[in-house]
């Protein structure tokens, strides 16, 4: 039985019933930019993330650029973040006119180690851009009092972290702001772009409603050159059928990941295999399974004869990507090293344990044929 690395059909089916009445209403109350249901939907993850403010906008690289401009980062500034992730974190980075300056990640986490956030400071640094990637927390009480010794603004990137937490505390609560994606793989995920971000901070989530509509205060009143980066209702009426169901899906996600760790380990596979881990009061909620081995190339397409979907989170460092080529000065070896043998194995709160077990006999022949 083929795996899928995503299975969303699955997913619409489950919730198909409440999304159609969802879009219906939109259809009906015609009013599809800027209305009630972005409204009810920034207070609601705002609630969720334990902030006072969320800004709907069109997408998560969208959230990263609009709160780096929001927070006053420009020319002149660099800003430290990870050298292993997605590109967006970088790119929103320097569409602001500000410098990424890469940093090497931990191994047990896969994010920003903070050792390495001081060793890359300089008098230019004005902000600390932590990724949650796979959805585990970064280190965000040493990296926050890094950023409070040295008066620096914290923006986390929370595209892969919805519902994460450190003891009681959620992500996208901890930086000056949260910014979330919600493309359509992601935990919580529309049927098309969007983004979120959030905030404690009253003045900044006034910019950034400034920023997202034109500048615009009110009608035709334009304060500042903003753009046009919204969250339509359509979106965001999808969006608040499945953040209903986003804790349940998240539960789903780290019992799959406890029956990988279990497979893998009851197949041998455990010392031939880095597998992901959790540190001590941190929440993951597995966006991915990620887990390190030799030989990713031939692994992968032994698993794909055998139908087993992976992909591999991600291939190269963010440094050396040509796009980013001019700030690619540094050595990030342990984020080689994630690059070198990453592979992400299916995970979705639809899967089950069979098609878990299916993955790991595939993945235990393809590495006994090693
Ligand atoms: C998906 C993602 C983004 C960008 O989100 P979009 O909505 O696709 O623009 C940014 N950062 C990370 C870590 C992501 O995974």
Request: net charge neutral; hydrophobic share 45%.
């Amino acid at each position: 039985m083929p795996v899928p690395f995503l299975d969303l059909p699955a997913e619409y089916r489950r919730v198909k019933a409440d999304i159609d009445a969802a879009i219906q209403r939109v259809l009906d109350r015609g009013q599809f930019i800027l209305g009630p249901e972005g409204d009810a939907l920034e207070q609601e993850i705002a609630a969720a993330c334990q902030t006072a403010h969320g800004i709907g906008v069109a997408s998560g690289t969208d959230a990263l650029e609009l709160a780096l401009r929001a927070l006053e980062i420009g020319p002149g500034d660099e800003v430290i973040t990870a050298a292993f992730g997605f590109i967006a974190t970088a790119e929103a980075i320097v569409a602001v006119g500000a410098a990424p300056i890469f940093a090497d990640i931990d191994l047990a986490t896969y994010t920003l180690d903070p050792a390495a956030v001081t060793s890359a400071m300089t008098s230019r640094t004005k902000a600390i851009l932590p990724v949650h990637l796979y959805g585990h927390p970064c280190r965000m009480e040493e990296l926050l009092a890094i950023a409070a010794q040295h008066r620096l603004k914290v923006i986390e990137d929370c595209a892969q972290a919805f519902g994460a937490q450190i003891v009681s505390k959620r992500v996208g609560s901890f930086g000056d702001a949260g910014c979330f994606s919600f493309y359509p793989t992601k935990n919580l995920g529309g049927y098309g772009d969007g983004g979120m971000v959030v905030t404690r901070d009253a003045a900044l989530a006034k910019r950034l409603r400034l920023l997202r509509h034109h500048g615009d205060r009110g009608r035709y009143d334009h304060q500042v050159i903003g753009r046009n980066s919204r969250l339509d209702e359509l979106q965001a009426a999808i969006l608040r059928v499945k953040l209903r169901h986003v804790e349940a899906g998240n539960q789903a996600r780290r019992r799959h990941a406890g029956h990988y760790t279990q497979a893998l380990t009851r197949a041998g596979l455990a010392d031939r295999l880095e597998l992901p881990g959790e540190l001590p009061g941190h929440h993951h909620v597995y966006h991915l399974y990620t887990v390190r081995l030799k030989e990713r190339a031939r692994i992968q397409q032994e698993l794909a004869k055998q139908g087993i979907a992976t992909a591999a989170h991600y291939p190269a460092i963010l440094p050396s990507q040509p796009a980013l080529a001019p700030w690619n000065r540094g050595a990030w070896p342990r984020a080689g090293a994630a690059a070198d043998t990453c592979l992400s194995l299916p995970i979705y709160p639809e899967l089950s344990e069979s098609q878990i077990e299916e993955v790991v006999r595939a993945l235990a022949n393809a590495m006994r044929s090693a």
